[in-house]
C-alpha cells in the first residue's frame, strides 16, 4: 500500500485554512497514487487548542471540519487518516477526546481515541480529555492497521527504562495481529528529540516485526516548535521514508516494499537556528502580523534575533533599531549598521542620551544624595523599551525581545526595558549556545560582524560594564544553569559533575530562584530544551529557598 506522510503547518482555530490545506494535500497525493493520505495529531483544529477545548461551540466546529473533509475527499481514491478534538462521551467527566479519524469515500471506518493523556512539561492533556478505553484494529484493502495517537507510542516497556503509565496500548494492538502500525503526533521539537523518536520508532518495528509509520506536525504554535521529521521505518527497522525538519512536506512510500534510505544527518547547532526561524515565521503570522522590530544593540544577542527575524520574515518586513545611551561604544553603533547591511534590513538611530538626561533632571530631588546604581541602569533600559513599543504601535509590527536564557534564569534583565515586547526568541538558549549559533550562520560568509562575535559582552550601561562585573563567565555560568534549571541537578550534585566552587553554584542558585517574578512576566519563549522557561516549568513566585 501507498501511503502518503502529509506533514502539514496547521493553526489552531483555523478550520477553514486547515482543511483547504488537507484536502489540496490529499488531491495531490492520491494524484500520486497514495491509498492512505496520513495527518497529524489534531490536525483539523491545530495543536496545541488548550481551554478551547472547553467551548462546545469549538468541539462542534472541529465535528462540522471533520464532516467537511469527509465530503470532499469522497471522489478520492485516497483514504484519509487524521486527527481531529470530538466531544466526550456523556458521563466521562472532560469535554473531548483525542481522535483519529479514518475516512474512506466519504464514510468513518475508524475512529480511535488517545489512551495515554500527558500531564508532565508543556503537556496537560488529563485537563481535556477523557482516555480511549481500547485500541481496535481496522482493515483498509484487507490490511490491518494499527492506529495510535502520539503518547500512545511512547510506553514501550522494552524501550524505556521507566514507564510513566501502567498500561501500553501497542500491547493490545499487537495481541490482534497488525500489518502496519500508524502513529499521528504532535511532538514538539527540542535538542535529541528527533533521535530518541526515531529510535523509539525503530524498536516498535523491530519488536513487532512490523512497518511503523509517524506522522508528525510541523509548524510553531505560541512557545512550541514542531519539527516535522515524519519517518517510515520498515518491519526490519530500516529508514523508508523521511520527511523534511520544519518544513511542511508530503512524502509517498510503500513501507513494506521500499528500499532502505541513508539516515539523515542531524546538527543540533543548526536544528536550533531552523527552529527559531521556524517559531519565529509563525509566531508573528499566526497573530496577523508581517513585520518585527528589534533593538539593535551591537551585542551577539541581538544580532542572532535580527538575523532569525530577517530569515523568518523577509529582510523587507524587519526594522532594526539602535539607541545609544551616553554608554555605548561607537564600536557597537557601528557593529550594529554593519549587521543591518548584511542582512539587508532597515536600520534606525534614535539616541537615548537627551532621554535619559530629562529623566535623571526629574528624579533629581527624589535622588538627592544617593549614589547612581541599577536604577539609573534601568532607565536607560525602559526608555528603550518604550521607544521600541512606539514603533511597534505605529507601524504595526511585533517586538521581539533579545534577552537569552542565561539572562532570563538569573535575572539579568530589565522589566519593562529589554524584556518589553511579544515573542523572547532566544530565552532557551544559554549565551555559549548563542555563540554556537552565531558561528553556525558565519559559517560560509561573514553574516554577524567578527567583532560581535570577539568582544566582551557587556549590557553598556555604566562605563566600562562588563557582564562578568555582575555574573560568573558564561563558560561556568551555563553549565550551572543547564544543571539546574533542566536537570534538576542539587547545588551538591553540580559542585561533583563540574567542581565550581560551592559559592559560586550557589549564588547562582539564589539568582535563579530570586528572578522568578520577572520570568513570570516575560514575552511567550521559543522552546529549544527539555526544559524552558514558560508553561512547562511552573514555579511559585513568593518563596524561601534553602541552598
Not at 204 to 221: E, F, T, Y
Request: glycine share 6%; net charge negative.
Amino acid at each position: 500500500m501507498k501511503i502518503a506522510l502529509a506533514q502539514i503547518d496547521p493553526t489552531v482555530g483555523d478550520f477553514t485554512g486547515n482543511i483547504e490545506k488537507m484536502i489540496s494535500v490529499s488531491r495531490r497525493a492520491a494524484a500520486s497514487g497514495a491509498r492512505l493520505t496520513v495527518f497529524s495529531e489534531l490536525a483539523i483544529c491545530g495543536y496545541p487548542p488548550a481551554d478551547f477545548l472547553e467551548k462546545p461551540s469549538f468541539l462542534a466546529r472541529c465535528q462540522a471540519a471533520m464532516e467537511e473533509l469527509a465530503a470532499a475527499t469522497r471522489a478520492l481514491p485516497t483514504a484519509v487518516l487524521v486527527g481531529v478534538a470530538l466531544s466526550a462521551p456523556e458521563g466521562s467527566g472532560k469535554p473531548a477526546v483525542n481522535a483519529a479519524v479514518l475516512l474512506d469515500k466519504g464514510k468513518i471506518l475508524l475512529e480511535q481515541h488517545k489512551r495515554l493523556l500527558p500531564f508532565y512539561d508543556v503537556f496537560d492533556e488529563q485537563r481535556y480529555f477523557a482516555p480511549a478505553t481500547e485500541q481496535k484494529v481496522v482493515e483498509l484493502d484487507g490490511l490491518r492497521l494499527a492506529v495510535t495517537i502520539c503518547e500512545d507510542a511512547w510506553n514501550d516497556k522494552n524501550f524505556w527504562r521507566e514507564r510513566l503509565y501502567p498500561v501500553d496500548p501497542l500491547e493490545e494492538l499487537r495481541r490482534q495481529n497488525p500489518d502496519i502500525h500508524i502513529n499521528l503526533s504532535s511532538s514538539p521539537f527540542w535538542h535529541s528529540k528527533r533521535k530518541v523518536r526515531r529510535a523509539m520508532v525503530e524498536a516498535i518495528a523491530r519488536r513487532d516485526h512490523i512497518p511503523v509509520v509517524l506522522v508528525n506536525q510541523v509548524g510553531g504554535n505560541d512557545s512550541l516548535i514542531f519539527d516535522g521529521s515524519s519517518l517510515a521505518i520498515n518491519a526490519r527497522g530500516e529508514l523508508v521514508a523521511q520527511a523534511a525538519s520544519f518544513a511542511e512536506d508530503l512524502v509517498l512510500v510503500d513501507p513494506f516494499s521500499a528500499e532502505p534510505i541513508p539516515e539523515p544527518v542531524e546538527d543540533d547547532t543548526e536544528a536550533s537556528y531552523q527552529a527559531l526561524v521556524l517559531g519565529t515565521r509563525d509566531y508573528v503570522r499566526k497573530c496577523g502580523f508581517k513585520k518585527a522590530i528589534v533593538g539593535l544593540s551591537g551585542g551577539i544577542d541581538s544580532a542572532l534575533v535580527v538575523a532569525v527575524a530577517a530569515e523568518a520574515l523577509g529582510a523587507e518586513n524587519v526594522i532594526a533599531v539602535g539607541m545609544p545611551s551616553p554608554y555605548s561604544s561607537q564600536g557597537s553603533i557601528d557593529d550594529s549598521r554593519a549587521l543591518a547591511a548584511n542582512l539587508g534590513i532597515q536600520f534606525e538611530l534614535i539616541g537615548i542620551s537627551g532621554l535619559f538626561n530629562e529623566f535623571q533632571k526629574a528624579l533629581a530631588p527624589q535622588f538627592a544624595g544617593l549614589k547612581a546604581d541599577t536604577t539609573e541602569e534601568n532607565i536607560q533600559s525602559r526608555t528603550r523599551g518604550c521607544l521600541l513599543m512606539a514603533m511597534s504601535n505605529k507601524f504595526s509590527a511585533l517586538v521581539l525581545t533579545t534577552g537569552n536564557k542565561s539572562e532570563m534564569a538569573v535575572g539579568y534583565c530589565t522589566l519593562y526595558g529589554d524584556m518589553v515586547g511579544a515573542l523572547a526568541v532566544i530565552g532557551d538558549l544559554v549565551k555559549t549556545r548563542v555563540y554556537d549559533v552565531c558561528r553556525w550562520i558565519n559559517r560560509e560568509r561573514e553574516v554577524i560582524p567578527s567583532a560581535i562575535l570577539t568582544k566582551p559582552p557587556s549590557a553598556e550601561l555604566r562605563p566600562d560594564q562588563k557582564d562578568t562585573d555582575s555574573l560568573p563567565p558564561y563558560d561556568v555560568l551555563d553549565p550551572i544553569l543547564e544543571a539546574y534549571v533542566e536537570r534538576y541537578e542539587t547545588p551538591e550534585q553540580i559542585e561533583a559533575r563540574y567542581g565550581f566552587a560551592p559559592a559560586v553554584i550557589q549564588h547562582v542558585v539564589r539568582l535563579v530562584e530570586r528572578s522568578e517574578y520577572k520570568r513570570q512576566q516575560a514575552a511567550p519563549v521559543l522552546k529549544l530544551t527539555a526544559k524552558s522557561f514558560g508553561m512547562g516549568r511552573r514555579f511559585p513566585i513568593a518563596v524561601k529557598v534553602q541552598v
